[in-house]
């Protein structure tokens, strides 16, 4: 069957399957006033999306007694504030954090983790002037992996990016340690069996004709080190990886290791949801 590779070149190469088309129905709008800064939130949640900590170490914190709302200490979980409160950590008060999305073409050897004591640079201290707000990364991107990570303070939009039901699609460039067969190109286009996972790429080809040794795959799946599971099963060893697309972005005009603030476009497309 004719498709298009990696650059868009016409060639004979796969037998992607795909599913009848089915008209999506349209999302109910959401009820959950938490969304909204002007509405009351979990107390770990206000505390989440001005900066502080995770939820989870929220919860922890308010457990722990080292929070109070209007001058009383709260210790029960699901405590609802308003931006009318007063809420206090460690007597300091916290206040609303304006949202940052920050897209970063990670360099080779950084790290995606917050904190890593073992690591001689992280992803954070790459964009550690950009701002005064404390962004953390969507998803990772292993040590020796490249390409496109997005960092946010936006934990909604994290989560609706991060969550195994949200499969956005991302396009990774591969340089293999040897020419992918056509033989072993049909097998990953068909699934293969990795472990506890089956895993059928969106799409696979060569990156150009004269050198089969690179490759472009796309998956919507999130699983951890997925493209190279993928490539290894088959006995290659993937000498570099790079990611060029993630949830409608591309690297264009973002060199190796520099990073920009998302347009206000590009965050309405995120929100909607209206990429693939």
Same mark, same amino acid.
């Given at each position: 069957?004719?498709?298009?590779?990696?650059?868009?070149?016409?060639?004979?190469?796969?037998?992607?399957?795909?599913?009848?088309?089915?008209?999506?129905?349209?999302?109910?709008?959401?009820?959950?006033?938490?969304?909204?800064?002007?509405?009351?939130?979990?107390?770990?949640?206000?505390?989440?999306?001005?900066?502080?900590?995770?939820?989870?170490?929220?919860?922890?914190?308010?457990?722990?007694?080292?929070?109070?709302?209007?001058?009383?200490?709260?210790?029960?979980?699901?405590?609802?504030?308003?931006?009318?409160?007063?809420?206090?950590?460690?007597?300091?008060?916290?206040?609303?954090?304006?949202?940052?999305?920050?897209?970063?073409?990670?360099?080779?050897?950084?790290?995606?983790?917050?904190?890593?004591?073992?690591?001689?640079?992280?992803?954070?201290?790459?964009?550690?002037?950009?701002?005064?707000?404390?962004?953390?990364?969507?998803?990772? !991107? &292993? =040590? *020796?992996? /490249?390409?496109?990570?997005? #960092?946010?303070?936006?934990?909604? +939009?994290?989560?609706?990016?991060?969550?195994?039901?949200?499969?956005?699609?991302?396009?990774?460039?591969?340089? !293999? &340690? =040897? *020419?992918? /067969?056509?033989?072993?190109? #049909?097998?990953?286009?068909?699934? +293969?069996?990795?472990?506890?996972?089956?895993?059928?790429?969106?799409?696979?080809?060569?990156?150009?004709?004269?050198?089969?040794?690179?490759?472009?795959?796309?998956?919507?799946?999130?699983?951890?080190?997925?493209?190279?599971?993928?490539?290894?099963?088959?006995?290659?060893?993937?000498?570099?990886?790079?990611?060029?697309?993630?949830?409608?972005?591309?690297?264009?005009?973002?060199?190796?290791?520099?990073?920009?603030?998302?347009?206000?476009?590009?965050?309405?497309?995120?929100?909607?949801?209206?990429?693939?």
């Amino acid at each position: 069957m004719e498709r298009e590779n990696f650059k868009g070149k016409k060639q004979n190469i796969s037998r992607k399957k795909t599913a009848p088309y089915k008209k999506k129905s349209a999302e109910p709008k959401s009820e959950n006033k938490e969304n909204d800064w002007d509405a009351p939130s979990r107390l770990n949640k206000f505390l989440s999306n001005s900066g502080v900590c995770s939820r989870r170490d929220a919860d922890e914190l308010i457990k722990s007694g080292l929070v109070t709302v209007n001058g009383n200490v709260v210790t029960e979980l699901g405590t609802k504030v308003s931006p009318k409160d007063e809420v206090k950590y460690r007597g300091k008060r916290v206040t609303k954090e304006q949202k940052v999305y920050i897209l970063l073409n990670k360099p080779k050897d950084v790290v995606t983790t917050v904190r890593d004591k073992h690591a001689e640079i992280t992803v954070l201290d790459i964009i550690k002037d950009a701002c005064s707000e404390r962004v953390y990364p969507v998803g990772r !991107l &292993d =040590k *020796n992996t /490249t390409g496109l990570l997005l #960092l946010t303070n936006d934990g909604e +939009l994290t989560k609706q990016l991060t969550h195994p039901s949200f499969k956005k699609k991302k396009i990774y460039h591969v340089h !293999l &340690d =040897k *020419n992918l /067969t056509q033989a072993d190109m #049909l097998k990953i286009v068909d699934g +293969l069996q990795l472990e506890d996972d089956f895993i059928i790429p969106d799409a696979i080809s060569y990156v150009e004709e004269n050198d089969k040794a690179q490759v472009g795959i796309e998956i919507h799946t999130g699983q951890n080190r997925i493209v190279r599971r993928i490539f290894e099963s088959l006995g290659y060893r993937v000498k570099k990886l790079d990611r060029v697309y993630f949830a409608g972005l591309t690297k264009k005009n973002l060199p190796r290791g520099k990073f920009r603030f998302l347009t206000p476009f590009e965050i309405s497309v995120l929100k909607r949801k209206s990429f693939k």
